[in-house]
């Protein structure tokens, strides 16, 4: 090859390559948004704001937090998914928004993981059996006993078809023997309102979103669906402890970008999210919720994923959970 073929594809692949990692050794230059696919006001939203205050100052731009609700998490996560793939629009997504979603929406919109990278995962939202503070049940085999008397009259409110307190119930249900009503709602924040309301009789809820609640007294905590204790709910019996040893269930959560984003910019978001979730003031912040923190990176939470899913899959066959 001529000296000069062999400048002249220098240059070429010079030209591919140079923009790519132009943009990584600029990125950030602007503001960077996450979206978080709930209402404000909930455990979700509450994370990724303490995430986002820490990051504003690490990478040295604002990060905003924005708020895009509505079909199971889908409307906001399918937006980050056909967002500009430039590593500035991002999103914090669940076992429900990028797991679940798959086969319980006939049209969500994306792909869980084709159209995604992990950016970091970040732990786990353990499930709280909470009921209104008037209900005739303060122990899950109360509960049990109350379900079985006349099936279906309970009813139980979830944060949105296919969301970890739904199925999560589910599998409870499918576990005990019982038969009660289901509740959507679009976030935790409107669940729990119309659970102290007393619309509500219980929920399978996250507890970070019913913690304040139960210590305030509003809500009546009866269990945690969790193999021990939680440090942050001491007083809460597990299921096990009450006789009920096969439905355990927690909810993960994580951050994602579009899966195009360049390997040098997710890098560099990956770093600073994990940075970030490794600082004593934002893990003590995120731990007081009540959120079991367990940081993974790409590379760890990948595999996590996938067997998530396909657990999940099981779960909602399982239970004959209809997609709609």
């Known amino acids: 090859m001529s000296l000069t073929r062999r400048s002249t594809l220098g240059l070429m692949a010079g030209a591919v390559f140079a923009p790519s990692a132009a943009r990584a050794q600029s990125f950030p230059s602007k503001p960077v948004t996450i979206i978080v696919p709930y209402p404000a006001g909930g ?9 986002a205050q820490d990051l504003s100052a690490s990478l040295g731009q604002n990060v905003i937090v924005d708020n895009r609700a509505g079909a199971s998490g889908a409307v906001g996560t399918r937006a980050v998914a056909h967002a500009v793939a430039d590593g500035y629009t991002i999103v914090f997504g669940n076992n429900q928004t990028h797991g679940n979603n798959m086969f319980l929406l006939k049209e969500p919109g994306y792909d869980a993981v084709k159209d995604f990278a992990p950016l970091a995962g970040v732990g786990a939202f353990e499930h709280a059996f909470v009921t209104r503070k008037d209900l005739p049940a303060k122990t899950i085999q109360e509960l049990i006993a109350l379900a079985k008397a006349d099936p279906g009259k309970l009813n139980y409110g979830s944060t949105g078809i296919g969301s970890g307190s739904h199925l999560a119930m589910e599998l409870f249900m499918q576990r005990t023997g019982i038969k009660m009503t289901h509740v959507p709602f679009r976030g935790a924040a409107p669940l729990v309102q119309e659970l102290i309301g007393g619309r509500i009789d219980i929920a399978n809820s996250t507890l970070p979103s ?4 139960i210590n305030a007294g509003a809500l009546r905590g009866i269990a945690i669906a969790s193999p021990e204790r939680n440090p942050q709910a001491r007083d809460l019996p597990t299921l096990r402890e009450q006789g009920v040893t096969n439905a355990d269930a927690d909810s993960w959560a994580a951050f994602f970008a579009p899966a195009k984003v360049p390997e040098p910019v ?10 970030s979730l490794n600082k004593p003031a934002t893990r003590d912040a995120i731990i007081k919720l009540g959120f079991t923190l367990k940081v993974r990176d790409p590379a760890t939470f990948r595999p996590y994923h996938l067997q998530e899913i396909a657990t999940w899959k099981q779960i909602i066959t399982d239970a004959g959970v209809k997609a709609e």
């Open 43 to 51: 455990p979700t939203d509450a994370i990724a704001r303490f995430v």
């Open 210 to 213: 019913v913690l304040e609640q």
């Open 266 to 275: 997710l890098d560099t978001l990956s770093k600073a999210i994990i940075a």
